[in-house]
């Protein structure tokens, strides 16, 4: 299955993302919440932005490698996610605004749940 293929490598980024949080934590000593610290809120917010989006990716994909959608389809679906959370996550990481990578996460989030929605709606019709 090639879902599971991107599931596998986005769930060790959603660790890895958590484990930043909890490294936030310590350092800081804030145990619930957010401290207000910058770094910890930023660190926060990436890990929830992923948990936001990746899952409904990934049923997305599911859905449509379930109606057997070509590979192609679910490569793109696939990699429009994995590289969308890995430029938002590096965007993100280097500056609290807005940022060039940051951005094009977005946009290539935003573009997998779209040609997600457009594969499942042509296959239902």
């Not at 490294?23 to 917010?45: H, N, S």
């Not at 959608?69 to 996610?81: E, I, V």
Request: aromatic content about 8%; charged content about 10%.
């Amino acid at each position: 299955m090639i879902t599971a293929i991107y599931a596998a490598v986005l769930a060790v980024m959603y660790v890895v993302l958590a484990l930043a949080v909890v490294r936030q934590r310590f350092k800081l000593r804030v145990g619930l919440g957010d401290g207000q610290q910058p770094e910890l809120i930023k660190a926060i917010r990436i890990h929830g932005n992923f948990a936001e989006y990746v899952p409904l990716l990934l049923v997305i994909m599911l859905i449509a490698e379930q109606q057997q959608a070509p590979a192609w389809q679910l490569h793109l679906l696939g990699a429009l996610t994995l590289g969308g959370r890995l430029l938002h996550l590096t965007g993100l990481s280097r500056s609290s605004g807005t940022s060039i990578p940051r951005f094009l996460g977005m946009i290539s989030t935003f573009t997998a749940l779209l040609c997600g929605a457009a594969f499942l709606l042509i296959k239902a019709w």
